[in-house]
Structures are given as C-alpha cells and as structure tokens.
C-alpha cells in the first residue's frame, strides 16, 4: 500500500502551472495535491482549486513572515512537499528550515540568467529578448532564502527566432513548463521520499 506524499502548492497568479499540477496528480499514486495557498484573494488559482476540491489557504504578509500560523496550518494538514508555482514573495528561512529539500519552484528563464528579485512574468522575457538571447526556457529549481538561487532540478529550452516577440517568447515557455513541471515534482518527490512512500 502506498502512503501518498501530501503537498501544497503556493500561488499568486492566474495559476496554469497549479492547474497543470492539480490534473496529473489527481492520477498519481506518488502524492496528492493537498492544499493550494494563495497571497492574493482574487487569484485565478483559488478558483481552480475549488473546482478540483482541494483545500485552499489566504495569507497575508504577516501570516506568511510570522512563522506560527502558516506552519501549524500546514502541519494540520499533514504537508510534507511545497511546490511554488507563479508564487512572488521571497519565501522566509523558517520555511525553507522547516522543508529542507522539499521546496521547488519553476522560473521561466535559463537560470542563473533573469532571475532575481524584480525578475518575473513580463520582465524576465523582455530582458531576453533585448539581450538577444537565441534560446531560453523553464529552470525547475530547490528554494533557498535567496530569489531563485536554489540548485536546479531540471531546464528545457525552446529556440527564439529574432522575429519572436516577448509574448511569443513567454508563450513558448510556458508551454514547456506545463509539460514538465508536474513529472519533474513526481521524480523529485519519489527521490525525495524514496521508500518512504511505501508503507
Ligand atoms: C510561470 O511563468 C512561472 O515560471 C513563474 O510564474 C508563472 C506562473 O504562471 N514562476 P501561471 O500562474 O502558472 O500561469
């Protein structure tokens, strides 16, 4: 019998990438998505987590900087992996103590290039367009206290043709992120947990 692994996915956004996340593990039997927080009341994502049913959690500033009330909600509800999916804050070293290892996000860029803070939706394509950049592409990574410094999992890249548009450039990406970021969180977790998933 396997024990899913239990995780929580945090998003600020439009939340394609949660979405994506929400509809291959309800097909897994390596974990489930058990919560889905948001920072932003009016985000896309609440709405499609309640379509699937899964649990959903605002925070505020202070809830999420403060430590206690977003670790005992999350212990509550038995989370063992975070996934930040188009989540904009810089997550608080008592998270990242509290999930060493278990903790990824997605960067739609080549990292270590146009990431940082400041860098993110519009900005990181339009900043490798005018570098005239000729590829670029998703980076999966861990999360450390730093923006978007953690070690990477995982990239793919797309080719850009001078003619591309930032736009075209953000589509292009993004596609490549909703084929991958889900499998690449399954692998991840099964190296993570191992066995552990087996009970
Ligand atoms: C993605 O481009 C991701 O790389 C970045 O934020 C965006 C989220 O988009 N971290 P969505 O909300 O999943 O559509």
Known sequence: MMTKIRMAIFASGGGSNARKIMEYFKHSTVAEVALVVSNKKDAGVLEIAREHGIPTMLIDRKSFYDATELLEELNRRHIQFLVLAGFLWLVPAYLVKAFPGKILNIHPALLPKYGGKGMYGHHVHEAVKAAGERES????????????????VFQARCEITPNDSAEDIARKVLALEHAHYPGIIERVILTTFGSATTS
Request: glycine share 12%.
């Open 137 to 152: 592409g998703p980076t999966i990574h861990f999360v450390n206290e730093h923006y978007d410094e953690g070690d990477i």
